[in-house]
């Protein structure tokens, strides 16, 4: 495609930016700034922090960048990580087929449009899966579930597994609390490779619209988790826990059983959050205290 293109995708999207250079040059893909390829787009963060001159002006590159600069064709905009992606996303990311594995177990019968389904799956009988949502490779779904549209569950995934609750009876120490509740999961939500959602005791686990939820994440039994969280990667969040929306959970996190996460609060890299954390809260450390406050909405 030409730079005219794209930058008439950009004016649909309403995206404030300003172009400097010749809209009429080809475009063929997309490559990175130290390691450019004629013909193509690339991103630079802060072009006063970058060393321009590594650049060659004959390349004819599109660059997305904070500022123009009189020898190169540059989209200039606030955030160019987002536009820079938005463009990928539109002209550089083919969409597969949808595509449902013949040797996976399926048992639902509710299923949406345009759902994929890979291959050594286990999809109980009580699961609702919303359209276009993708379950990669290996990933079990064994309790009631309702999936949203458009999410994405990567390979090795389980939902629903039984939590781990123990009671001691008259007769008995450690008798299994039975698992009854489910998992309700919204919409665009995406789950890492090998991440555990487990179902809730009597009510459901729920995961809130636009989350994502890195790969080797623990969430626990009853566990209600926002719209637009980050969960990253080795996380743990205990049974009961609410986390508002907009939370980011850092890699290594750990957050107490039945405690509650205030809506835009962070909690730092391998933290261990023993007490409720209020709104726009950072907190870091063991035991997790309070450093700072968020600033982003």
């Not at 743990?236 to 205030?262: C, D, H, L, R």
């Amino acid at each position: 495609m030409k730079i005219s293109d794209i930058l008439l995708f950009l004016n649909h999207t309403d995206t404030e930016y300003s172009f400097t250079g010749i809209d009429s040059i080809e475009i063929v893909g997309y490559s990175m700034p130290n390691n450019a390829k004629s013909n193509t787009i690339i991103w630079i963060k802060n072009l006063n922090e970058f060393n321009i001159d590594m650049l060659d002006t004959q390349m004819n590159l599109l660059i997305v960048s904070n500022m123009a600069h009189q020898d190169f064709n540059i989209i200039v905009c606030v955030n160019p990580k987002v536009v820079f992606f938005e463009i990928l996303k539109r002209f550089f990311v083919g969409k597969s087929k949808p595509f449902i594995a013949q040797n996976s177990i399926i048992l639902t019968r509710t299923i949406g449009s345009d759902v994929s389904i890979g291959y050594n799956c286990y999809i109980g009988e009580n699961v609702k899966v919303g359209n276009r949502t993708v379950i990669k490779h290996n990933v079990v779904i064994e309790c009631p579930c309702t999936l949203g549209d458009d999410c994405v569950i990567e390979s090795g995934v389980v939902i629903g597994n039984m939590g781990f609750g123990y009671y001691d009876s008259i007769i008995s120490k450690n008798n299994k609390v039975p698992d009854l509740g489910g998992v309700k999961i919204g919409n665009r939500v995406d789950i890492g490779a090998n991440s555990i959602i487990v179902r809730g005791t009597l009510g459901d686990t729920i995961i809130g619209n636009d989350t994502k939820i890195d790969t080797f994440v623990h969430i626990a039994h009853n566990v209600q988790i926002g719209d637009n969280c980050l969960i990253i990667s080795h996380s743990m969040i205990a049974g009961s826990t609410i986390i508002n929306k907009n939370s980011y959970i850092a890699p290594g996190a750990m957050v107490m059983n039945q405690k509650t996460v205030g809506q835009n609060a962070v909690i730092g890299m391998g933290a261990v959050s023993l007490y409720d954390v209020g709104d726009y809260e950072i907190v870091l450390g063991n035991p997790a205290r309070v450093v700072g406050k968020n600033k982003k909405e």
